[in-house]
């Protein structure tokens, strides 16, 4: 069967088009702007590749530019109400729903110029102040406009153009334009130069000098013949200049809105520039203040010091080859340089040092006779010069570590002093931190002698003893004792050996000079005679032995009896009555009680 033409299908290889879908607008940022325009929205969606309008209702907003398929900028034209925003296409239009607000803006109000005068060239920075200068579009110096930067809502930084006479600044927002504030063109003055100093220098250039006259304020240029340098505006009548490089005898201008000062002159020399070699002594404190002494060369007519770029405190010519100045104040290492008509000279390092910081002493207290080693504590010690115990030097002292010194103390009179450490960042002192202690005295021990075994206690009498560390018998320590006042101490007695020993105290202030304490053997019986007696006593007994010199007891068992001490060696006892039987006789010293020998008692015969 035939097919009609109008049923014939396309071929596979025949073209084919599809229509280009329409914009779609999904979101707009922000979502609300002045009702005087000019707020500037992004709108997101698709399909914006080729959009030819945006509508914020049916007027169409400014300044469009199609960033991407999916993003669009568009300032907004005024406005009421809430409408839709709408791209177009080639493709058609977009139908979301998307909206845009409206809000009324209060014009911008001006409440004050900074400065309110400027000469008639204009270029005067001027402050506003007042309300409402979000979105500023415009500055105006009454028709003229000017160059401006919102620094925030209540300020602007405007740069006044050129005019005459007084005329009234206004800044334009969304919100409408402000009122108005008088701002007067005054009639500037050229400059006037009076003087340059120093007014020579290297033909190098590089020479600092001050420019002295009238009317430099506002300085658009300083120039060296036809050479322009850099430089500071100091006030309406000084500006400091940087020579550069030159040759012979030149005219130094000071160029203002108000003109072209006179000149004066400058002359280029061809003097070398000074050379350093030392730097004497090379660190001292942050705050300043240490007179250093510069060695090198060239030195003469030295215009400045400076250490970095801080002028030295003052500084003093003593000739050719040295200079002495005073550190200004100052942190880390900076390069101190000398500057003359020859030029800048090397510069040679100088370091700031932080000063030393004492947080702890140990021990805190020592005698008075000094010669004891103290450990200071704290913080920046390296480098340290001096250590002073009050107003007298450490013995000898060595630094550790940044952190520790080790410290000979000195003699001194009893009483609490501070510690200072110096060193080249100044100085640090620990009020009060150091006790001189006077060295113990002793006077006498009670009893002066006791026991082999020790165990018995003594009392020890003097002065300065109440800081007590020790009691020494000879060379053995107390048992133990307690310190009863400034001037008593009572001690339990070591063991020892025969015969005398040197007693002693010490305290923080020394060793005491010594008292003597002996130590005594216990007495010895060797033999008795008669070795027995009657029960009814009354007799006496003849004790022969040893070390009975001391005694101070005999005992018939427990019971203690008369004796007569005959000498060293004897002694006769008085015996007491008692039960028949033996008893213990005992003789009793200061060195302790002799062993026993028997004496039997033996009843009478009966009748």
Do not use: C, W
């Not at 009317?215 to 006030?235: E, I, M, P, Q, Y």
């Amino acid at each position: 069967m035939a097919v009609k033409p109008s049923e014939n299908l396309p071929s596979d290889s025949a073209p084919q088009s599809l229509a280009a879908a329409p914009p779609a607008v999904l979101s707009v940022s922000p979502t609300s702007g002045a009702t005087g325009g000019g707020t500037v929205v992004t709108v997101n969606g698709t399909g914006f590749t080729g959009a030819t309008a945006v509508r914020f209702g049916a007027t169409q907003g400014t300044t469009v530019t199609v960033v991407s398929d999916t993003q669009i900028t568009v300032t907004s034209p005024p406005g009421t109400g809430t409408v839709q925003v709408t791209v177009t296409t080639p493709a058609g239009t977009s139908n979301q729903f998307v909206t845009f607000g409206y809000t009324a803006t209060p014009a911008p109000v001006l409440s004050a110029l900074s400065p309110n005068t400027g000469p008639a060239s204009g270029g005067t920075v001027v402050t506003l102040s007042g309300t409402g200068f979000t979105g500023a579009t415009a500055v105006r110096f009454g028709s003229v406009a000017a160059s401006f930067t919102v620094v925030s809502s209540t300020q602007i930084a405007a740069t006044a153009p050129a005019g005459s006479g007084t005329a009234q600044v206004t800044v334009t927002t969304p919100g409408g334009t402000s009122n108005g504030l008088p701002y007067t063109y005054t009639a500037v003055s050229a400059p006037v130069l009076s003087s340059v100093s120093p007014n020579t220098g290297p033909a190098a250039g590089g020479t600092v000098v001050t420019l002295s006259g009238t009317g430099l304020a506002g300085a658009t240029a300083v120039r060296f013949g036809s050479v322009s340098a850099s430089f500071t505006v100091v006030s309406s009548t000084q500006i400091t200049a940087v020579a550069p490089a030159g040759t012979g005898t030149v005219q130094v201008t000071v160029t203002t809105p108000g003109g072209t000062s006179n000149g004066v002159a400058f002359t280029y020399t061809s003097v070398a520039a000074p050379a350093l070699s030392s730097v004497s002594p090379n660190s001292g404190p942050a705050a300043g203040g240490t007179a250093v002494t510069l060695t090198g060369s060239g030195l003469t007519n030295a215009s400045a010091v400076r250490f970095g770029s801080t002028p030295a405190t003052s500084f003093t010519v003593v000739s050719d080859t040295v200079i002495t100045a005073v550190a200004p104040a100052g942190t880390g290492t900076v390069q101190v340089t000398v500057t003359t008509p020859g030029g800048t000279s090397n510069g040679l390092s100088y370091t700031y040092v932080v000063a030393p910081t004492l947080t702890a002493v140990s021990p805190n207290q020592g005698p008075t006779s000094g010669g004891n080693t103290v450990t200071l504590t704290g913080t920046h010690l390296t480098g340290t010069t001096a250590v002073a115990f009050g107003t007298t030097p450490a013995v000898s002292f060595t630094v550790v570590s940044p952190t520790q010194i080790t410290a000979v103390a000195p003699a001194s009179v009893a009483g609490v002093v501070s510690i200072t450490v110096t060193g080249p960042g100044g100085t640090s002192t620990l009020p009060n931190s150091y006790f001189f202690v006077n060295a113990p005295v002793l006077t006498a021990v009670t009893p002066l002698s006791g026991p082999l075994a020790g165990g018995n206690t003594v009392t020890l009498v003097g002065s300065s003893l109440v800081e007590a560390t020790a009691v020494r018998f000879g060379s053995t320590a107390a048992t133990s004792f307690t310190v009863v006042s400034d001037s008593q101490i009572t001690a339990v007695v070591p063991a020892g050996l025969a015969g005398p020993v040197q007693v002693t105290v010490t305290t923080a202030g020394g060793t005491s000079n010594p008292v003597t304490y002996t130590y005594l053997t216990p007495p010895v019986i060797t033999s008795l005679s008669p070795t027995q007696g009657s029960t009814s006593g009354g007799s006496t007994v003849t004790l022969t032995g040893s070390n009975f010199s001391q005694a101070t007891k005999v005992f018939f068992g427990s019971q203690p009896v008369g004796f007569t001490l005959v000498s060293d060696t004897h002694l006769v006892a008085d015996v007491p009555a008692g039960a028949p039987g033996p008893v213990n006789v005992t003789v009793v010293g200061p060195g302790g009680t002799s062993a026993p020998q028997t004496y039997t008692r033996v009843s009478s015969p009966g009748i």
